[in-house]
Structures are given as structure tokens and as C-alpha cells.
């Protein structure tokens, strides 16, 4: 590994953007050292520099950043992240120059083209010498010049890249904004240029153009000129509760094991529906509320819909995604402008969704959910302490062995070979920080059955259910075969 370390590219870490009480913005843990910080800009460093972001020809993704990232800011030791980068670079594909450079006029040119990947790595770290992350993002991701241009014969669809390959282009961008890493924001456009856009049929040409007249069609109500009721407000779990009931999407077969194509089939027959019920959820008002309904909407499909009546939890692999993506929409939405704000919002739901019924949309049974003691204090196995007679409340007490669930688990997800785990359990770690005060009740005004019984330890059970399933390695567990599930949910979808 390199001990050249870029500064510039990977100076480090802070924390960009200002505080919003309604946005996610997630802060490092106590264990961040010295040490640990120039392991993680070595990591970093030598990555940009000896990795292609696919790291074979089927274009799986190079999760080496989003890794060293999410174990340095839970505050791992420095040998740890060394460790889980050796384990991870053994399979990486070398990085490679790109057939030609790519220009301010040539960068919709090769879209699409991973052999440009370099190229537009190249390019995209030239703006940054310029252009702050917010004006890059809207030029190249967020403008209707950058989706949808009258006369091209293959449109440049960005916030469809963006979007795509199960969501990782946004994932990594996203760490980039987080931490204030100008390497690792070019390194997510690269991917975003160099992905294909298999979301067209969700993410239309006409969100564009409303968003966009979005501020000028709501300036009559923002000054009071109108005598208009004020429009009800239709929650994502509502939306998720008519695409639960519409039996036309309970239809969806199981994919051929052979075959990588269940998304694209959800996009030919589903696509149209899913626009109409996206397009029925309520963007006005407080947008930063709705970044919360996806988060909250996310970690229910993951979690509710992996418990399963009989057997083990199904830590679906394609869900779980939908989980580690939702964090970094507060970072990114924060940047934006208003009606790139509703393009996000609306391009990721409808993606969202998609994924879902591609896997077999998995009933919610919330109230099985919610009233299984076993998932409200999850406790690692093995041998335990021997507490004192001092201590509260009680020696006996299993609160006296695990005073705070989170930390065992935080600590078995450090050493864990899986490179996805960390990033799962930092997300619901901080929505349970963010909102774990949430009441039973809350959201018992929307359509989803039950709704009213979800509460903030929807987050807890799901990382508790989440690592039992994945192994409890720092206690002895073996690691879960193939790391996650991949069975979907075929035999028991809501038909």
C-alpha cells in the first residue's frame, strides 16, 4: 500500500454542510485516532490510484472507500481497517487509462462506458479545482440539461447513473459530500458517468420539467394569493400501502437464479405503476421530513419485511442496499436546490420501489414485528460477565450484562469480514440516535397496516436480527455463508 498520501484528495475527513434538526447528518464515534486517520488516507489514497471502481467485468463495485470510511468513523483501530483493505484489494481489477480524455463538450459522449471510468475520474477532479460539490451536482447529475436534451438519440439520464447499479453511484458520492473528500465525490461521478441507466421507466423526462416549475407553481401559495384548501399530505408509508394492495404488482415471479435481469422485468411491466403511486406521495411543504419517510420507509421493507413468519431472518442482499443508501440522502439533499431536491427524492423512491417488487414485494406483518420480545434487547452469545453486587439494577438482571445493546453489536460488526455490515448497522445506529424517541402512534394516520405500533426500535431489532443472521463474529459465530440472503421472497409475497 502507498505511503504517498494525496492531502489534497483525501484530506482529513470533516464534516460538510450546516446542521438541520430534520436531516440525518451523521457524526464519527469515540475510538477515531492519529493512527486510524492516516490508515484511512492511506486506504483511500491508494485505492484512487490502483483500482478500477468495477472490480470484475459483470461490474460488481469496489466497496474498498465506503469500508475503510464506515470502520474509521465507528472508530475502529488502525490495524483493523489495514486488515479489511488487505482482504478486499486481493480481488480488485487493476486500473487502466482511458482510449481518450473527456472535455467539458465530450462528457456525454461515452456515458455508459467503463473504459472511461479514468477519464471521467480525470475530468470530474478538474471541476472540483473550480466548483464547489453543489454546483458540480447540479450541473452534472440535477439539470435537465444533464438528464434530457431535445435531439439526442441516447440521452445522458445522470440522475438515472445516479441511481442505478443497486444504488451504489449515490452510495459512494454520498461519502464523498459526508466527509468533504474531493477523491472520493469524483470517484462516485466517475461511477455515476460510467454506469448504465436501466431506471428510464421510473424516472421520466417529465419529473424534469415539473420540478422544475416547481418554485415558480408554488410562489401564489408561499405569499398568500390563493384561497386553495391546503393538500393533504400523503406519507411514503401510505404509498407503500397501495402498492401493497394493488394486486397487479403481486404478480412478479421468481427470477431464474441464472439470470441478473429481475430489475429490468420490474422496470417493463411495473415501471408505469410505480410512477403513479410515486407521483401520488406529497413533495410540498418540508422536504427535509420526506427524506426522513424514506429512511423510516426503507429500514421498514429491510427489516419488517425480512422477519418471516417461519425461519430465520432474511437479511435480503438487494433491501439491505436500500438501508445503506437512505443515510447519505440528507447529505446530498442538502446541497441541492429546491427542485433538484424533488428530483432526488422522487428518482429514489421510485427506485426504491422497484427493487422491492423485483424481490418479491414481502408482505409487512408490523404488529408480529413490534411485539416479538426476543428483538427488543438483543444480547451477544457466549460466555458473559460475572457482575458485581453493586451494580444496577441488579446482578441478575440481563441489563446489568448488556446495559445498551448497540455496543456489543458495534463491536461484533467492526471485525466482521463483511464489507456491507458496517455500513447497515452505522445506518440504523444513527436513525437510532435520530429517532429512537419516536412513540408508538406516530404514523398511526397513515394507510400502512399497523403503522400506528411502529416506533424508534424498529432500528434496534433490525441491527440485533441483522447480525445474528450474519454471524456474531467477534464471539465465536462462524460468518453467514454467502454473507446475506438472496432467496428473496417468492414464497411467502403478498400475492
Not at 163 to 181: A, D, K, Q, S, Y
Not at 207 to 215: E, H, K, V
Not at 361 to 381: E, G, V, Y
Request: with cysteine.
Amino acid at each position: 500500500m502507498t505511503s504517498d498520501i494525496d492531502t489534497n484528495l483525501f484530506p482529513v475527513p470533516s464534516r460538510h454542510g450546516l446542521s438541520n434538526k430534520n436531516l440525518v447528518l451523521p457524526r464519527s464515534k469515540p475510538g477515531v485516532s492519529p493512527a486510524s486517520t492516516s490508515a484511512l488516507q492511506a486506504i483511500l489514497t491508494d485505492n484512487h490510484k490502483r483500482w478500477h471502481i468495477f472490480f470484475n467485468f459483470q461490474r460488481f463495485h469496489n466497496h474498498t472507500a465506503h469500508t475503510a470510511l464506515t470502520l474509521w468513523c465507528l472508530g475502529a483501530d488502525a490495524s483493523v481497517l489495514k486488515g479489511s483493505y488487505k482482504d478486499h484489494s486481493k480481488y480488485q481489477r487493476p486500473a487502466f487509462p482511458s482510449p481518450s480524455n473527456i472535455t467539458s463538450q465530450t462528457w456525454k459522449d461515452h456515458l455508459g462506458d467503463e473504459d472511461y471510468y479514468h477519464a471521467y475520474l480525470e475530468f470530474f477532479k478538474a471541476e472540483l479545482k473550480e466548483k464547489s460539490f453543489d454546483v458540480i451536482l447540479e450541473e452534472y447529475v440535477f439539470a435537465p440539461s444533464a438528464n434530457f436534451v431535445t435531439g439526442l438519440q441516447k440521452q445522458p439520464e445522470m440522475l438515472n447513473r445516479f441511481l442505478e447499479g443497486l444504488l451504489h453511484p449515490i452510495i459512494h458520492t454520498g461519502f464523498g459530500v459526508e466527509f468533504t473528500l474531493p477523491g472520493t465525490f469524483a470517484e462516485g461521478l466517475a461511477e455515476t458517468a460510467v454506469h448504465g441507466g436501466d431506471s428510464s421507466r421510473v424516472i421520466p423526462s417529465s419529473w424534469f420539467i415539473s420540478s422544475s416549475a416547481g418554485l415558480v407553481s408554488r410562489f401564489p401559495d408561499a405569499v398568500g394569493l390563493t384561497d386553495k384548501e391546503p393538500k393533504q399530505d400523503i406519507h411514503a408509508f401510505s404509498i407503500l400501502a397501495r402498492i401493497l394492495a394493488d394486486p397487479s404488482l403481486g404478480t412478479f415471479k421468481e427470477p431464474d437464479p441464472s439470470q441478473q435481469r429481475f430489475y429490468l422485468d420490474v422496470m417493463e411491466n411495473y415501471g408505469d405503476t410505480i410512477v403513479k403511486y410515486v407521483n401520488q406521495w406529497t413533495l410540498d411543504g418540508e422536504l427535509d421530513k420526506k427524506v426522513q419517510e424514506l429512511q423510516w420507509t426503507n429500514v421498514l421493507l429491510y427489516a419488517v419485511g425480512g422477519s418471516e413468519a417461519n425461519g430465520p431472518f432474511n437479511a435480503d442482499f438487494f433491501l439491505m442496499h436500500l438501508v445503506t443508501s437512505s443515510l447519505f440522502l440528507s447529505g446530498i439533499f442538502a446541497e441541492l436546490k429546491r427542485p433538484s431536491q424533488v428530483e432526488l427524492l422522487r428518482g429514489y423512491f421510485a427506485v426504491c420501489l422497484s427493487w422491492y417488487i423485483g424481490r418479491g414485494r414481502p408482505t409487512l406483518d408490523i404488529a408480529r414485528f413490534f411485539n416479538n420480545p426476543d428483538t427488543s434487547h438483543p444480547s451477544a452469545p457466549g460466555p458473559q460477565p460475572t457482575p458485581h453486587e453493586g451494580v444496577n439494577p441488579s446482578p441478575s438482571s440481563p441489563a446489568a450484562i448488556t446495559p445498551n445493546p448497540w455496543f456489543p453489536i458495534m463491536q461484533s460488526t467492526l471485525v466482521h469480514p463483511d464489507d456491507h455490515l458496517p455500513k447497515l448497522q452505522r445506518a440504523l445506529s444513527e436513525y437510532s440516535t435520530h429517532f429512537g424517541l419516536t412513540p408508538a402512534g406516530t404514523f398511526k394516520d397513515t394507510e400502512l397496516k399497523d403503522a400506528g405500533l411502529v416506533d424508534g426500535t424498529l432500528f434496534l431489532r433490525a441491527a440485533g436480527l441483522s447480525i445474528s443472521r450474519l454471524g456474531w463474529v467477534r464471539e465465536g459465530q462462524p460468518p453467514l455463508e454467502g454473507s446475506w440472503d438472496r432467496r428473496g421472497f417468492f414464497t411467502s409475497a403478498n400475492l
